[in-house]
Nanobody
Framework: QVQLVESGGGLVQAEASLRLSCAASGFTVNAVYMGWFRQPPGKEREFVVA???????YYADSVKGRFTISRDNAKNTVYLQMNSLKPEDTAIYYC?????????????????WGRGTQVTVSS
């Protein structure tokens, strides 16, 4: 059974850091595209970052230079290191997996999702 479980969210002040974790089961994270999406209050879900099978990464312009995705194959876990957080980063963050053969930024192409973890950044 495929399962994704996020953790690590919380309430922080601007410029702080957080690390989110996404523990996967039922498949191996290095065999698919793994992505992080977020949904700000009152807005649609948006792409944040993804990592492909080779380890190549793709970032949304809004988080480049501040966020880093990584993967621990032994733990079958994907991480999102978020630095220099801004109030506009406030959102529910979701981990997702896609079996697509090419990078996709659309949430519709990701088949498996976690339940999300709340990140709130105060000014």
């Amino acid at each position: 059974q495929v399962q994704l479980v996020e953790s690590g969210g919380g309430l922080v002040q601007a410029e702080a850091s957080l690390r989110l974790s996404c523990a996967a089961s039922g498949f191996t994270v290095n065999a698919v595209y793994m992505g992080w999406f977020r949904q700000p209050p009152g807005k649609e879900r948006e792409f944040v970052v993804a990592i492909d099978r080779t380890g190549y990464t793709y970032y949304a312009d809004s988080v480049k230079g501040r966020f880093t995705i990584s993967r621990d194959n032994a733990k079958n876990t994907v991480y999102l290191q978020m630095n220099s957080l801004k109030p506009e980063d406030t959102a529910i963050y979701y981990c997702a997996a896609s079996t697509s053969y090419a990078i996709t930024y659309s949430p519709n192409r990701y088949s498996y999702w976690g339940r999300g973890t709340q990140v709130t950044v105060s000014s």
